[in-house]
């Protein structure tokens, strides 16, 4: 190598050294992709007031909300990479970690009852044992859905003791109404709907046994953004503790959207819909390892996984919340 060409080699390396690491991170994206549901409040919140616009507004980063009708819908699109950060409940995420959707859990958005086996008032079905040879409408990968599978283990049954009916929830609701199926893993806001206007029935309720609200991030959006992610939460926290704070105006906007009535509305947010907690911490873990324990037991999750290792890939709590 010529004396020209190590000075000049020489030269490159120093301005190297000189220029701030932000540089070589991933360019800022012009928009975060975000989900909305009726099952995370929060997020409705959080959607109706702008937060996340307003934060982002100086950076010139717009705000796409995305609906999910289901866990399942919000791991498909972060799978997908339609969206950025998605609301999922906390087994639902595990399971989809198990089969590869590359995704990190980083926020408690709610400790819901948001989950129970459901029929009809007239029915003659009393038990999970009575489920023996019966229709059950569910949607696949979601809370509800590995809240049947619990049930029916804890019952003596096998998935195979019923028929599922595979629907997303409002069609499930639906077709119980209807007496196309003879059950209904249901999910609120669906579930208070159907209880308070059409007497169904939650005839198996377990509270232990529905898992976390979850907010989930695309690991290459937190690894490319972290800073992102971390304002994102932040806000977030905002949109939490004005629900805790105010639930007149979180019921209005939840009415806004879904055009339920106050009966409806009272019965998820204000019976099975708690909103006091954000971090991700030992019981979100216990709860959401027990559901995946449960469901290799069951044979949903093969016996060669180390559900408990891959609990702890799927778990980000590095994220910094705000202290105020």
Do not use: C
Not at 25 to 53: G, M
């Amino acid at each position: 190598m010529s004396n020209i060409t190590r000075r000049a080699m020489a030269a490159l390396i120093a301005a190297a050294a000189l220029v701030p690491a932000a540089a070589f991170a991933a360019d800022k994206p012009k928009e975060i992709r975000i989900d909305w549901a009726t099952y995370n409040p929060v997020s409705i919140v959080l959607k109706q007031k702008d937060l996340l616009e307003k934060e982002f507004a100086k950076d010139g980063i717009s705000i796409v909300w995305v609906q999910s009708a289901g866990s399942n819908k919000a791991l498909e699109f972060l799978n997908a990479g339609s969206i950025d950060f998605g609301s999922t409940a906390g087994s639902a995420a595990l399971v989809a970690k198990i089969n590869g959707n590359p995704i990190k859990s980083i926020y408690v958005y709610s400790r819901p009852e948001w989950t129970a086996l459901v029929t009809t008032k007239d029915s003659k079905i009393n038990s999970v044992a009575d489920l023996k040879g019966k229709r059950v409408a569910v949607t696949r990968g979601t809370d509800p859905h590995i809240f049947l599978v619990r049930a029916l283990l804890d019952a003596g049954l096998k998935q195979d003791d019923i028929t599922p009916v595979l629907l997303q929830h409002a069609d499930g609701k639906t077709a119980l109404l209807r007496g196309d199926v003879d059950a209904w893993a249901g999910l609120d806001p669906m579930m208070a709907q159907a209880e308070v206007e059409e007497g169904a029935r939650l005839f198996y309720r377990k509270p232990e046994a529905n898992t976390w609200g979850i907010l989930n991030v695309r690991e290459q959006f937190l690894k490319d953004h972290p800073d992102l992610v971390r304002r994102v939460l932040a806000v977030y926290e905002e949109a939490r503790k004005y629900s805790v704070a105010n639930y007149d105006e979180v019921k209005k906007a939840f009415i806004g959207v879904t055009k339920l009535p106050d009966a409806v509305v009272d019965k998820q947010l204000k019976e099975r819909t708690e909103l006091t907690h954000s971090r991700i911490g030992a019981p979100q873990r216990d709860s959401i390892l027990a559901a995946g324990l449960a469901l290799q037991q069951a044979g949903v999750i093969a016996s060669s996984v180390d559900v408990k290792a891959t609990l702890d890939q799927l778990i980000d709590d590095q994220v910094p919340l705000p202290t105020n």
